[in-house]
């Protein structure tokens, strides 16, 4: 029985003539998704298999599938006689193309049983004459496959052969997701072995010594493993050293190792080959000279033996000395091990001499992590990059030694004893100050990471987003967080609403929620106050609305922070919370204080157009109803739409008010978000309105209240008076509420996953501003409940994360450009095409 060893991930070409048995082969060891037979494409291009002048594009269509398979990590079987070398030249070009590896199976039968088989299909009517030349081009071919490009090349051959073979597929040696962790991966060594002890000690590993006191393996008490990302040779003091301990842990099953292009030019020279001694080499060459022949014999074995890069983790974790592109993720073939040791070049130089690295982190986007090393960091500190990160810090160049701790995301670090090897230029570039932003951080399309999930936001909302942030916003420095759009429930089934409470209850129940507080919704306009006790580092403070416009702009500003100052002084908050600094959610009432052009120009034309035609087509209706004529239907219907129009202009002339400067201007304070060092948002919505409450007693003139209820939605009498509490509240012309969990504003599911941090439910009369006059006719209502609503509540969630990510970056006063890319991705997120109606 002969077994076939074939990839996981391959291209695997069947070779034989006509009646070989290639069908019934591939039948019988694979799947039929796996199959694609060249007949099936015929057939599909040309209605018949048999139709030889279809070929050209049948396979065309055949090489295509292939190669989207392919790119799909999914084994690809081709069923086809395969025995014309430009056939089996495209089969190997779509391997390659997709980095994977090209392997041929030969059925070879004699000519006798092939005839006697082709005889029996009545679809197959070629003479014999055509099946021996076949017979002549697989004999010509059996030499050739592996030069051809075929890694793997198994012939079978005569029918028993044939029937008794298996098939077994094997991992790629870089597939080791079955290796689930803990890890520390350790970036380039280059010979430090001291630095290298003290590392690992620190990593909790001990080190086993042989009897002539040298580390010659590590083993940590936890069974955490070490991974090392390569360059553990050249510049510096000790490579046999370094190799010594690394190539004994891997030994022991206590580490594994991808190899660095130092590795791979020490082997070259190992085995004899013409390579110059630079950039360290020598040293490494002159330290080898003195050791044990044997061990020199190993250490070249040791190498041989490294795989370009390691899958681990189930796939979402990956290690490759320079890095590795998603697309290669898994993959084997030259150009992935080349990009693996040295990864992309842009073939420019800069002032140094030294190859300038295309930057393809900038462009990952890719699921799994991936960790690497090859070329230093620019800081001391390593920073994470779209879901990558570089662990090599300079070292051998008086920098340090940097271990990553897998899963925990957490970096270990000690300094280089001394400078070892001169750099060809600086280790660490000037760190940008706090204050300088650059275009860069926020143009294009961009990959966040944050400790609250990952956002692609494209490029085209970027540049909406810069063109609001760089016209209209205050300045990046002080505007340290944007509010998160709200979600609406879920569409009403009751009578005559669109949106309800039964609806916002149900949905929080639905995510495991017991408890949830509803708020009056003040309708307004949102603003967000951030106050200092003294001018300090924001200038006494700012407020802005949710887009980070200023609010009313000097000295109005001005004179509001000073009352909201004054009102937090009085209340005790500065010395209660320990800060001399606050960030305030608010609501700046009345609507018209900010709205009054927006009220003018969209909402006031439409009721006075109301109001002023539909008077008069009643009048004209009532006449002709005096005159005998039928229109009694049709003035019902006007009368009913002058009643709508009505409702719509008493609508949003509740919220219309006269205002002058901060005269008639109140505030409604409802989330206490952060002070200096520290964000609120993991207490409960209680502590936030009790903060709220102080201030509005405190300053009772200009601070509006939060009428709210508490309810514990398992009680259904508790439900029903709030049911009836929203009932009143809209009913005396107020906008509705929103529904929140009580545990606060960072609250998580039972599964781990962040909540709404609010879901609106807006009144049956204020809707009416929103859809229109007429939107309660049940027509219009019955096509408004078909709205979707997914959009805007991933939306939600998505700038809410954002929000809490910047919120935390804020507080740990983290660098300029890291604050304002949240801020700036909440804002680009507004640019989403979704119904603004919501």
């Known amino acids: 029985m002969s077994i076939l060893d074939i990839p996981e991930l391959a291209l695997v070409a069947l070779v034989g003539v006509s009646g070989s048995g290639k069908s019934t082969f591939a039948a019988r060891h694979f799947a039929p998704s796996q199959v694609l037979a060249s007949d099936a494409f015929r057939a599909m291009v040309a209605d018949d298999e048999n139709d030889q002048s279809a070929s050209a594009d049948a396979f065309g269509a055949l090489h295509h599938v292939a190669g989207v398979r392919l790119r799909r990590g999914r084994l690809t079987v081709v069923d086809a006689t395969n025995l014309q070398p430009h056939a089996r030249a495209g089969l190997v070009r779509v391997a390659r193309e997709h980095d994977v590896l090209p392997v041929a199976i030969v059925l070879d039968v004699p000519e006798a049983v092939a005839w006697e088989r082709t005889q029996a299909r009545a679809d197959r009517t070629h003479g014999r004459q055509v099946l021996a030349r076949m017979q002549r081009d697989l004999r010509r071919s059996s030499g050739h496959l592996e030069r051809e490009g075929f890694r793997r090349v198994h012939v079978l051959r005569g029918v028993e052969e044939i029937d008794a073979a298996q098939v077994r597929l094997e991992k790629l040696y870089n597939d080791r997701r079955e290796l689930t962790g803990p ?16 590392l690992l000690t620190r990593l909790g590993f001990v080190l086993h010594r042989d009897d002539a006191g040298r580390p010659v393996d590590a083993v940590h008490p936890a069974g955490r493993t070490a991974v090392f990302v390569g360059d553990l040779v050249d510049r510096g003091p000790d490579s046999p050293g370094v190799l010594r ?161 897998y899963p925990e995301r957490e970096l270990v670090a000690v300094d280089a004893q001394r400078e070892w090897y001169a750099p060809a230029r600086p280790l660490f570039t000037p760190t940008r100050p706090d204050t300088v932003l650059d275009l860069a951080d926020v143009t294009g399309r961009r990959h966040l990471e944050h400790a609250y999930g990952t956002l692609t936001v494209p ?32 569409t009403s089934t009751v009578p005559g609403f669109l949106e309800h409470p039964t609806q916002a209850f149900g949905d929080y129940r639905s995510a495991g929620v017991q408890r949830v507080v509803c708020e009056e919704k003040h309708m307004g306009s949102r603003a967000v106050v951030l106050v200092e006790r003294e001018p300090g580092r924001f200038g006494g403070g700012v407020v802005h609305t949710r887009t980070g416009r ?89 009368a009913a739409r002058q009643a709508e129009v009505d409702g719509y202009s008493a609508a949003y002339r509740a919220y219309v008010a006269p205002t002058e400067g901060l005269r008639g201007v109140t505030l409604a304070p409802f989330a206490v978000l952060a002070g200096a060092t520290v964000t609120f948002t993991d207490r409960d919505h209680g502590w936030h309105l009790s903060l709220a409450d102080r201030l509005c007693a405190a300053d009772p003139e200009f601070f509006t209240p939060t009428r709210r209820q508490v309810v514990e939605l398992d009680d259904e009498a508790a439900v029903a008076a709030a049911i009836g509490w929203w009932s009143t509240l809209t009913a005396a012309g107020g906008e509705g509420m929103v529904v929140k969990p009580y545990a606060g504003p960072a609250a998580r599911s039972a599964r781990g996953s962040l909540l709404q941090p609010g879901i609106k439910c807006r009144g049956r009369e204020y809707l009416r501003i929103i859809y ?67």
């Open 459 to 490: 490029a085209e909302n970027a540049a909406a987003a810069l063109e609001v942030m760089s016209r209209f916003a205050v300045d990046p420095g002080r505007l340290v967080w944007l509010p998160p759009t709200m979600a609406p429930c879920s």
């Open 183 to 198: 890890f520390d991966i350790v970036g380039d060594v280059h010979g430090c072995r001291a630095e290298l002890e003290a």
């Open 550 to 638: 200023p609010f009313f702009g000097p000295p109005l500003d001005g004179e509001l922070l000073d009352r909201v100052r004054a009102a937090v002084g009085a209340a005790g908050l500065w010395d209660e919370l320990g800060t001399d600094r606050l960030l305030l959610d608010c609501e700046l009432l009345p609507w018209s204080a900010k709205a009054t052009g927006l009220i003018r120009e969209q909402y006031a034309g439409v009721g006075a157009a109301g109001r002023a035609a539909l008077p008069a087509a009643l009048a004209a209706l009532d006449s002709a109803a005096a005159r005998g004529l039928p229109v009694a239907a049709l003035r019902d219907r006007m």
């Open 245 to 405: 301990l690394v190539m004994g842990m891997v030994a022991a099953g206590h580490a594994i190792c991808v190899p660095g292009n130092h590795e791979h030019k020490l082997l070259r020279k190992l085995r004899g080959q013409d390579v110059r001694l630079t950039h360290g080499l020598a040293e490494t060459m002159d330290q080898l000279a003195a050791e044990d022949p044997t061990f020199v014999a190993g250490v070249a074995t040791f190498i041989d033996g490294l795989v370009s890069h390691f899958v681990l983790d189930g796939g979402r974790l990956v290690v490759a000395h320079a890095g590795l592109k998603e697309a290669y993720h898994g993959r084997a073939s030259g150009r992935v091990r080349s990009f693996a040791l040295w990864g992309e070049t842009t073939g420019e130089t800069d002032e140094y001499g030294l190859p300038v690295r295309y930057p393809w982190a900038r462009d990952y986007r890719g699921a799994a992590t991936v960790v690497y090393g090859h070329t230093p960091t620019p800081t001391p500190t390593p920073e994470w990059v779209n879901n990558t990160i570089c662990v090599d810090t300079g070292c051998v160049f008086g920098g340090r030694l940097t271990a990553l701790r």
């Open 772 to 838: 229109g006059p007429g939107y309660t006719d049940p027509a219009q209502l019955t096509a408004l409940r078909r709205r979707s609503l997914g959009r805007k509540r991933g939306l939600a969630l998505r700038e809410h994360a954002l929000g809490l990510a910047a919120l935390d970056a804020y507080v740990a006063d983290a660098p300029l450009w890291r604050r304002h890319e949240l801020v700036f991705a909440i804002l680009a997120c507004e640019s989403e095409p979704v119904d603004p109606r919501l």
